[in-house]
């Protein structure tokens, strides 16, 4: 562990601005959104109410859960448990994954091994920063909590529970990071794990299958229960795996050489074989998209598994409402729900796309492009060779998605396909911003392209609970995608084809800006 402070010490110096902004926004939005439901549910009859027809809508239970308390603390804890887990986990998973593999990958914890730096202090210095970040925002989210009338009790534990979801998926990425030598895989396996238990804990809840929400780190911070009965014991639940899969994560980490992974790059051949840089191009990209289809796969699996019989098991009246509210008089109910869970899952398409998007800058830090750029390889035509798979990756991974939910649900496969698809422009935009900022802030780009995306998913949750709309709704792309599946547009074609140009737009500026910078090997 020697020099492990020192590296605390770096690692805070690097990401002093995204870690302080994570923190702020992360604490400060309890309290806003329980004042925004005093505010808008004055009484606990309106409350009930909420909680009522939240509880009759099936995407509610998939993204949150059932509400276990229509307190204001309740109905706080119901919105942004899960939420916030799964945005932490997403900000622990890229913090763990550029601090050991990322500097492994680059080189430069090769040079910092040289000194009197102990073996385990990288990995060590990481985990402290990460799990420090975690529970610092949760117990920062505390007092103004207590602040808006909360019991501080309940508010701790609310605290304590978010930051132990960041725990779980800083210790997952912990173990990802000495599976294989490249930090895109690496993060791309941790990504897919956290997408595959973030949908078991939504389908459930919203399939019946409640015992199945133990199984996963976020069914253990809503199952803490804060403001309705407040089950510390959950937390050590939590602990013990965050420590199991830490000690896991040391353990590995000895048994392989730095730079290296556990699983090892099989040689090339002795004479190149690769067509150009699309060949080159394909190789590199072809593990990532592979296991991300076979993640998403099992989505669609399980959604279309969840989805069967609801039309029957959920015709009541609120639901029959609801349908008929969202999607017209026709409309079914399983329809509705496969609509607002794909709406969810479409972004996680897009945090898969990035990782695609973003291959290429992992390629300019490491400094394999300037090599790969010293022949008669054009700058266009390798960023092209890589944004090719960013446009074509997503494209792959929705139409899995739907195919299988399509096919496990037994309804028009084809049609679900469709209504999947119809989320594909929205998921280019997020990729033409990343290739723009590849093409002007190439340092910074990785970093800020993920703060787009989880801007995104904040304003979706906002416009929620009418904290955001307006021009800033409008921001997001997904917001103009229509419900192909309710006939959400007379014709679906206009939005869909302007979300297309403005991804063009920025893909081709990016591509321009690329051409003309120079390189800028380290991050």
Same mark, same amino acid.
């Given at each position: 562990?020697?020099?492990?402070?020192?590296?605390?010490?770096?690692?805070?110096?690097?990401?002093?601005?995204?870690?302080?902004?994570?923190?702020?926004?992360?604490?400060?939005?309890?309290? !806003?959104? &329980?004042?925004? =439901?005093?505010? *808008?549910?004055?009484?606990? /009859? #309106?409350?009930?109410?909420? +909680?009522? $027809?939240?509880?009759?809508?099936?995407?509610?239970?998939?993204?949150?859960?059932?509400?276990?308390?229509?307190?204001?603390?309740?109905?706080?804890?119901?919105?942004?448990?899960?939420?916030?887990?799964?945005?932490?986990?997403?900000?622990?998973?890229?913090?763990?994954?550029?601090?050991?593999?990322?500097?492994?990958?680059?080189?430069?914890?090769?040079?910092?091994?040289?000194?009197?730096?102990?073996?385990?202090?990288?990995?060590?210095?990481?985990?402290?920063?990460?799990?420090?970040?975690?529970?610092?925002?949760?117990?920062?989210?505390?007092?103004?909590?207590?602040?808006?009338?909360?019991?501080?009790?309940?508010?701790?534990?609310?605290?304590?529970?978010?930051?132990?979801?960041?725990?779980?998926?800083? !210790?997952? &990425?912990?173990? =990802?990071?000495? *599976?294989?030598?490249?930090? /895109? #895989?690496?993060?791309?396996? +941790?990504? $897919?794990?956290?997408?595959?238990?973030?949908?078991?804990?939504?389908?459930?809840?919203?399939?019946?299958?409640?015992?199945?929400?133990?199984?996963?780190?976020?069914?253990?911070?809503?199952?803490?229960?804060?403001?309705?009965?407040?089950?510390?014991?959950?937390?050590?639940?939590?602990?013990?795996?965050?420590?199991?899969?830490?000690?896991?994560?040391?353990?590995?980490?000895?048994?392989?050489?730095?730079?290296?992974?556990?699983?090892?790059?099989?040689?090339?051949?002795?004479?190149?074989?690769?067509?150009?840089?699309?060949?080159?191009?394909?190789?590199?990209?072809?593990?990532?998209?592979?296991?991300?289809?076979?993640?998403?796969?099992?989505?669609?699996?399980?959604?279309?598994?969840?989805?069967?019989?609801?039309?029957?098991?959920?015709?009541?009246?609120?639901?029959?409402?609801? /349908? #008929?509210?969202?999607?017209? +008089?026709? $409309?079914?109910?399983?329809?509705?729900?496969?609509?607002?869970?794909?709406?969810?899952?479409?972004?996680?398409?897009?945090?898969?796309?990035?990782?695609?998007?973003?291959?290429?800058?992992?390629?300019?830090?490491?400094?394999?492009?300037?090599?790969?750029?010293?022949?008669?390889?054009?700058?266009?035509?390798?960023?092209?060779?890589?944004?090719?798979?960013?446009?074509?990756?997503?494209?792959?991974?929705?139409?899995?998605?739907?195919?299988?939910?399509?096919?496990?649900?037994?309804?028009?496969?084809?049609?679900?396909?469709?209504?999947?698809?119809?989320?594909?422009?929205?998921?280019?935009?997020?990729?033409?911003?990343?290739?723009?900022?590849?093409?002007?802030?190439?340092?910074?780009?990785?970093?800020?392209?993920?703060?787009?995306?989880?801007?995104?998913?904040?304003?979706?949750?906002? #416009?929620?609970?009418?904290? +955001?709309?307006?021009?800033?709704?409008?921001?997001?792309?997904?917001?103009?995608?229509?419900?192909?599946?309710?006939?959400?547009?007379?014709?679906?074609?206009?939005?869909?084809?302007?979300?297309?140009?403005?991804?063009?737009?920025?893909?081709?500026?990016?591509?321009?800006?690329?051409?003309?910078?120079?390189?800028?090997?380290?991050?």
């Amino acid at each position: 562990m020697t020099g492990t402070w020192t590296l605390i010490r770096l690692i805070l110096r690097r990401d002093r601005v995204p870690l302080l902004v994570w923190i702020a926004i992360s604490a400060a939005l309890p309290a !806003a959104i &329980a004042s925004s =439901t005093t505010a *808008l549910y004055p009484d606990q /009859a #309106a409350r009930d109410s909420f +909680a009522a $027809a939240s509880m009759s809508n099936p995407a509610q239970l998939a993204t949150r859960g059932p509400i276990y308390d229509a307190s204001v603390g309740g109905l706080t804890a119901w919105t942004l448990g899960s939420s916030l887990a799964l945005v932490g986990g997403l900000v622990s998973v890229l913090m763990m994954i550029r601090h050991t593999r990322g500097e492994e990958e680059t080189g430069r914890r090769e040079l910092l091994a040289s000194g009197v730096v102990g073996r385990h202090a990288p990995l060590a210095a990481a985990l402290a920063v990460v799990l420090t970040a975690n529970l610092l925002l949760g117990l920062l989210a505390v007092p103004a909590l207590v602040g808006n009338g909360l019991p501080a009790g309940s508010s701790l534990l609310f605290g304590l529970s978010v930051a132990a979801g960041g725990w779980a998926f800083t !210790a997952v &990425a912990a173990v =990802t990071a000495q *599976l294989t030598a490249g930090s /895109a #895989a690496a993060r791309g396996i +941790a990504l $897919a794990a956290g997408g595959l238990l973030f949908a078991l804990r939504s389908l459930a809840d919203a399939g019946g299958v409640a015992w199945a929400a133990w199984l996963t780190p976020f069914g253990w911070v809503r199952l803490t229960m804060p403001y309705a009965g407040d089950r510390w014991w959950v937390l050590g639940l939590i602990a013990v795996f965050v420590a199991a899969v830490a000690a896991a994560a040391f353990a590995l980490s000895t048994r392989r050489d730095v730079a290296g992974g556990l699983v090892s790059a099989r040689p090339g051949p002795a004479t190149g074989t690769l067509p150009g840089a699309f060949g080159l191009a394909a190789r590199l990209h072809r593990g990532t998209l592979a296991g991300f289809a076979i993640g998403f796969g099992l989505m669609g699996v399980l959604l279309g598994v969840a989805a069967r019989g609801l039309d029957t098991q959920l015709d009541t009246p609120q639901f029959r409402e609801l /349908a #008929a509210t969202v999607g017209g +008089a026709d $409309a079914r109910i399983s329809e509705v729900f496969f609509t607002f869970v794909m709406y969810v899952f479409s972004q996680l398409v897009a945090a898969a796309a990035l990782v695609s998007a973003l291959r290429a800058r992992g390629e300019e830090a490491a400094g394999r492009a300037e090599l790969l750029l010293s022949t008669p390889v054009g700058r266009l035509r390798w960023g092209l060779s890589h944004l090719v798979f960013a446009v074509a990756g997503p494209a792959v991974l929705l139409t899995v998605l739907g195919a299988a939910a399509g096919l496990s649900y037994g309804g028009d496969t084809v049609r679900v396909i469709v209504a999947t698809l119809a989320y594909l422009p929205a998921v280019w935009t997020v990729v033409g911003i990343a290739t723009l900022l590849f093409g002007v802030l190439p340092r910074q780009a990785t970093a800020v392209s993920w703060t787009v995306l989880g801007l995104v998913l904040l304003v979706d949750l906002l #416009a929620e609970f009418k904290l +955001a709309g307006g021009l800033v709704l409008e921001l997001s792309p997904f917001v103009h995608v229509p419900a192909m599946l309710l006939g959400g547009a007379a014709s679906p074609a206009p939005p869909l084809l302007g979300l297309t140009a403005v991804a063009a737009a920025l893909a081709g500026a990016g591509m321009w800006f690329l051409r003309r910078r120079d390189l800028a090997p380290s991050a």
